[in-house]
């Protein structure tokens, strides 16, 4: 079975480079995708929005044989959840690493934007939890490799039209918040948490990461994929 992995903001289709191989080993294609934009001036990417990543994806859900896995880290995974409202029918999970489903209308986040795209902001942005796990040569190994995102894409607005995506089982793999905290820490954005209560299939898996766990723990990320992936098979 193909496993499209979608990657989060300032990231390529290298950041799943460590989590493949366990998905290779379990017998299963992993087709890692670099997002239209990334890392491109600002003349180049001014017009791309998340629309065009959503399309992007659906176009290598289609190029597919037969149904596939959709994985979707961050910011991917409003990607992935719009893929999987445009084709519901082929797509037997959808895997959000260390995210949650977005609601119709949900934006992923607000960067500073600089030369019109936005840059990486750098580790000591984001929260300590988040970034806890990752020692300092990881570090600056991936943000060498950070790409710029185009403007537009963390602020566009996802649009959601077909009720399927809901038939869509979805499994979260959460960093550092079991399913207690997760389900609580969604509580508090209302319509988040009705679209993810509309879901007839969800489950909610703890890694014990942060927010990167393709980069820090590559190995535990690549095991819980196929797991997961697995139960979709059943």
Known sequence: MDVILIPGLWLDASSWDDVLPPLRAAGLTPR???MPGAGAAAVDSADIGIADWV???VAEVDAADGPVIIVGHSGGGNVAWGAADARADKIARVILVDTAVPHDG??????????????FPGWDFFDDEDVADLDVATRERTARRARSVPARVPTDAIALHDRRRYG?????LSGSLDEQRFRAFLARWEPYAEEFEA???????HLGTGHWPQFSQPARLGTAIVSAVTRAGR
């Open 32 to 34: 890692p995708l670099t």
């Open 55 to 57: 399309a992007a994806t």
């Open 106 to 119: 949900g934006t992923i986040s607000e960067f500073p934007v600089v030369d019109g795209v936005v840059p």
């Open 168 to 172: 869509v089982p979805v499994t979260v």
């Open 199 to 205: 879901i007839t299939d969800t489950e909610i898996v």
